[in-house]
Nanobody, 123 residues
């Protein structure tokens, strides 16, 4: 089993930055693809970003391209989401997920999820 714990969320003004962390435990995730998703109040969970096992391949949702980056430190069993130029519409709970069985943008493909961390962007 893999346990995922997100951290780094908070309140930030529009245009600011935050870095989210996703720490894995239970087993190493160094060989897993990892993803970030978010869910705003009253909306469906949506894909934000994903990264392959060594960080060489990344994918981003259209709404965050050019503003967010994803990275990982396999020695620390941790994945990061650097969020720059934040907008009020980025306000959501951000979730980390591990080991998709299919396409990285598919929520249903992931077996392991964290509890989420709240990000609030004020205008």
């Amino acid at each position: 089993q893999v346990q995922l714990v997100e951290s780094g969320g908070g309140l930030v003004q529009a245009g600011g930055s935050l870095r989210l962390s996703c720490a894995a435990s239970g087993r190493t995730v160094s060989s897993y693809r990892m993803g970030w998703f978010r869910q705003a109040p009253g909306k469906e969970r949506e894909f934000v970003a994903a990264i392959n096992w060594n960080g060489g391949i990344t994918h981003f949702g259209d709404s965050v391209k050019g503003r967010f980056t994803i990275s990982r430190d396999n020695a620390k069993n941790t994945v990061y989401l650097q969020m720059n130029s934040l907008k009020p519409e980025d306000t959501a709970v951000y979730f980390c997920a591990a080991d998709p069985r299919g396409g990285v943008v598919l929520i249903s493909a992931y077996d392991y999820w964290g509890q989420g961390t709240q990000v609030t962007v004020s205008s």
